[in-house]
């Protein structure tokens, strides 16, 4: 079967790093999202990575390693905007995504 | 600015009472999908079109159908609404070609309410 793995919850500190990891099974493999989802709304586009390596986007960074079927989503300079939901998503060999359930991202004071 | 919408919002309808959700692009994308998110969980893919071909999910209830005129529009009909769907009921579209990164673009979601 397809399985999408995350934390369901982790919190940290405003002003610091935090690090979401995602491992994966699927038939098949045509790169991996990340999506920030806000408590109510749509998911959006954070990163897609389908080489391995590192990836940097401004605050965002995203790893991926093919062989170990693992990714991380790294959040540098936390703020209090950056509580979310955080979904990994892996586009199968079919093209569908297939979604994790997503990580709930607590940022305190 | 090129956008996915979706209408209404916020819906509420009573159970066994049928309810249509709208999406509409202006991105002009072939791929339109409905996902089901309950809270808490990922996104549950319903069905897609690629262009006017239809793809249902094996395990979406017949229940569900859905409708897409045109490259714009995408329609969802609940025949038949039940307590268990209440739900968000996401709108995303996509536009997959060669060299192109294939995200999903979604809508801002239906949260619909069964009472």
């Known amino acids: 079967g397809q399985n999408i793995d995350q934390p369901t919850e982790m919190t940290a500190t405003e002003g610091a790093i935090v690090q979401i990891n995602c491992t994966y099974q699927?038939?098949?493999?045509?790169?991996l999202f990340w999506y920030q989802q806000h408590a109510g709304e749509a998911p959006t586009f954070l990163s897609y990575n389908v080489l391995d390596g590192l990836e940097e986007k401004g605050r965002f960074s995203s790893f991926l390693s093919r062989s170990k079927g693992y990714s991380y989503l790294l959040l540098k300079e936390l703020q209090m905007k950056d509580s979310a939901s955080y979904l990994c998503a892996v586009l199968d060999s079919n093209y569908q995504l297939i979604w994790g359930a997503g990580t709930k991202l607590i940022i305190k004071p | 600015d090129a956008m996915v919408i979706q209408n209404p919002r916020y819906q509420v309808t009573q159970f066994g009472k049928p309810v249509t959700l709208s999406c509409s692009q202006t991105?002009?994308?072939?791929?339109m999908y409905w996902y089901q998110q309950k809270s808490s969980q990922a996104p549950k893919l319903l069905f897609h079109?690629?262009?006017?071909?239809?793809?249902n999910e094996a395990d979406t209830p017949d229940n569900f159908q859905s409708r897409r005129p045109n490259t714009s529009f995408c329609f969802l009909d609940i025949r038949s609404p039940g307590l268990g769907d209440a739900a968000m009921y996401l709108c995303?579209?996509?536009?997959?070609?060669?060299?192109?990164?294939?995200?999903?673009?979604f809508g801002p979601g239906t949260r619909l309410t069964v009472t």
């Open positions: 699927t038939s098949g493999f045509n790169g």
């Open positions: 995303a579209t996509s536009s997959p070609g060669a060299g192109a990164v294939i995200e999903q673009y």
């Open positions: 079109y690629y262009d006017k071909d239809f793809n």
């Open positions: 991105l002009n994308h072939n791929v």
